[in-house]
């Protein structure tokens, strides 16, 4: 859309920090490209994975921008900890990261570390159990380039969590505040997808060649990084891998017996 500008990196990680002190004025918007018209008409946000995951961000947004507009999109959890998995294996591939372990190996060391937090901490609500247990929040939300792996990479099955991801930004913003996108509604109708964020931001329609062509550009992107495994072996470790998350998402009632999937916004939007 012609008003909306998006900051270049996509993923600028500014509020995820526990000690982010920078100013938004001189450290934030200057990360967006200039608009050509009046600044005022135009819309400015970016893309931040981590923000959902690190405690204290949907505050320290809060305090600044009570009346923000938040669009939040999801994937089937067990599809999203896939797809993270084969982006920390490109991502850790060459020196100095350490490579990936196989898939299947990853998610049962995950596993073993989030049923003993389970263990720790047997009456805590899984919000609580996220944030003092299963996810590493020093390492995931003070990320530095000189880890030998993303930190993420070691964490990518409990970041799907949701309805414990989605907590803070929950207490800390009304309803009307999110737009909440599955990515299996936007596979479906991108168009419609589209159409109904620009009434959410209230930027009036824009052509139907420009939302074709956003729709379009989205998936011819993506697609190449949804290779599949390359040897029997490897398709074997995914095999199992899948299992193992969809025995672990039911368990902790993420998915349910139908294949759905809870985001904790259900209340909100039904």
């Given amino acids: 859309h012609p008003l909306l500008v998006p900051s270049k990196p996509k993923e600028l990680n500014f509020w995820v920090s526990q000690r982010q002190r920078a100013s938004p004025e001189t450290h934030y918007l200057p990360l967006f ?3 050509p018209h009046d600044p005022d008409e135009a819309l400015y946000g970016d893309g931040t994975i981590l923000a959902i995951s ?3 961000t949907a505050q320290r947004v809060r305090a600044l ?4 507009k938040l669009i939040a999109s999801f994937r089937h959890p067990v599809h999203r900890a896939v797809s993270h998995y084969r982006m920390c294996e490109r991502f850790n591939r060459a020196p100095p990261r350490e490579p990936m372990p196989p898939i299947d190996e990853a998610v049962q060391q995950q596993l073993a570390h989030l049923r003993a937090c389970d263990r ?3 009456h805590a609500p899984p919000h609580v159990r996220l944030r003092e247990c299963y996810l590493d929040t020093l390492r995931l939300c003070n990320r530095h380039d000189k880890e030998p792996r993303a930190p993420d990479c070691d964490q990518f099955v409990a970041m799907g969590l949701y309805p414990a991801t ?3 930004w929950r207490d800390a913003f009304p309803p009307q505040s999110f737009f909440i996108i599955s990515s ?3 596979e479906e109708d991108a168009v419609a997808v589209l159409l109904g964020a620009y009434v959410f931001l209230g930027v009036g329609p824009s052509s139907p060649a420009n939302v074709r062509n956003a729709a379009t550009h989205h998936w011819n992107r993506a697609a190449p990084q949804r290779g599949n495994a390359t040897t029997a072996s490897e398709a074997d470790a ?3 891998a899948r299992i193992l998350l969809n025995e672990y998402y039911l368990e902790s009632g993420v ?3 139908n294949n759905g999937y809870r985001t904790g916004f259900e209340e909100w939007l039904n």
């Fill in 33 to 35: 490209p200039p608009f």
């Fill in 54 to 56: 690190c405690p204290g």
């Fill in 65 to 68: 921008y009570p009346h923000i």
């Fill in 120 to 122: 720790r901490m047997p």
């Fill in 166 to 168: 989605t907590r803070e």
């Fill in 184 to 186: 299996e509604e936007y």
């Fill in 238 to 240: 995914y095999a199992r």
């Fill in 255 to 257: 998915i349910d017996a």
